[in-house]
Nanobody
Framework: QVQLVESGGGLVQAGGSLRLACAAS????????MGWFRQAPGKEREFVAR????????YYADSVKGRFAISRDSTKNTMYLQMNSLKPEDTAVYYC??????????????????WGQGTQVTVSS
């Protein structure tokens, strides 16, 4: 069973940048599809970005494409989300998640098996 711990959230002005980290323990990245989600107040949790299980391909939500970048350091078992050109609408709790392979849709939160506790990102206008 993998444990996930996010860090790096905070308060930033619009146009600024933040880098989130997700440290995994109890399992190697290569065993899972790893992704980032976010949930704003009063809204459903939504997909942000993910890796293909191999780590060789990445996928992004249209709302963050070109501004966010997902990366990982397998030696540290840590995944990152670099967020640039932040907007007030990016304000949310950000979660990292891990899914056993085999799902048909990795944009859906129910298809993920493990979640971190989340880290708050607040973008002021």
């Amino acid at each position: 069973q993998v444990q996930l711990v996010e860090s790096g959230g905070g308060l930033v002005q619009a146009g600024g940048s933040l880098r989130l980290a997700c440290a995994a323990s109890g399992g190697a990245f290569s065993n899972y599809v790893m992704g980032w989600f976010r949930q704003a107040p009063g809204k459903e949790r939504e997909f942000v970005a993910r890796f293909r299980r191999s780590g060789l391909s990445t996928y992004y939500a249209d709302s963050v494409k070109g501004r966010f970048a997902i990366s990982r350091d397998s030696t540290k078992n840590t995944m990152y989300l670099q967020m640039n050109s932040l907007k007030p609408e990016d304000t949310a709790v950000y979660y990292c998640a891990a899914s056993y392979p085999g799902s048909s849709d990795y944009t859906r939160p129910p298809n993920y098996d493990y979640w971190g506790q989340g880290t708050q990102v607040t973008v002021s206008s």
